[in-house]
């Protein structure tokens, strides 16, 4: 069965600092799609990335930037030069392969401190 | 429409009543999700259509919950006999791809309907 883990609960950073968010994934899939969304304090639920299995480069949008590891089965997200309006929840997201569904993980509350 | 929408955005409703939740998908969109979230958590997957092909519903909790979506555009949540436990915020989302082993697209919500149970 599919599985997407974000082992932290809640972090708070200082303003432009730099912040990873950490997300680990189980699947027996050789081809899947793995996403991040944030919700933030509206609540509503925004797509941020999405990345293919096969995709072999790692990339940057803006401040945004993920990390891909197959051999860690994880897809970290990062922000760089953090801001206030970055506060929210932040969801990572594991769909495509033999379950077709998206599921999400738990969520990490990311708290940007001015 | 412009995004995808949901209605009622609040619905209270006494244990025991039937309510029905709806969505409007994105035009175009052909894949239509359904989700629960309950707060603090991260959305709990119930089911999901390509065009109006019900395709997993192995997240809907039990036969009080159904959806359907006959003409592969709007879609409706049914929960029957609600109980307290039924009570959260219900997600739609919509995605412009067929969802499936060659190509997962990204979702787009709507902004939620909320139900509470007394």
């Known amino acids: 069965a599919q599985k997407v883990t974000q082992a932290q609960t809640e972090i708070s950073v200082v303003e432009k600092e730099d912040v990873t968010l950490d997300c680990v994934y189980e699947?027996?899939?050789?081809?899947?799609?793995l996403f991040w969304y944030k919700q933030p304090p509206s609540g509503e639920l925004v797509f941020l990335i999405r990345?293919?299995?096969?995709?072999?480069q790692n990339e940057i949008s803006g401040r945004y930037s993920w990390n891909f590891q197959e051999s860690t089965s994880s897809f970290n997200f990062t922000i760089t030069a953090s801001q206030v309006v970055d506060s929210a929840v932040y969801f990572c997201a594991l769909g495509g392969g033999l379950d077709d569904k998206i599921i999400f993980g738990k969520g990490t509350r990311l708290h940007i401190l001015p | 429409g412009a995004g995808v929408s949901q209605s009622p955005r609040y619905k209270v409703t006494k244990r025991g009543q039937d309510v029905a939740l709806r969505c409007d998908p994105i035009s175009g969109h052909v894949s239509l999700y359904w989700y629960r979230q309950a707060l603090g958590q991260g959305p709990e997957f119930l089911t999901y259509?390509?065009?109006?092909?019900?395709?997993?519903k192995s997240g809907l909790p039990n036969d009080r919950f159904s959806a359907e979506r006959p003409e592969g555009s709007i879609s409706t949540l049914t929960i029957q006999r609600t109980e307290q436990r039924d009570s959260a915020m219900y997600r739609c989302?919509?995605?412009?791809?067929?969802?499936?082993?060659?190509?997962?697209?990204?979702?787009?919500f709507g902004e939620g309907s909320r139900l509470t149970v007394l």
């Open positions: 990345r293919n299995s096969f995709d072999e």
């Open positions: 699947t027996r899939d050789t081809t899947y799609y």
């Open positions: 989302a919509s995605s412009q791809t067929v969802q499936g082993y060659a190509n997962t697209g990204e979702l787009f």
């Open positions: 259509f390509n065009y109006e092909a019900q395709q997993d």
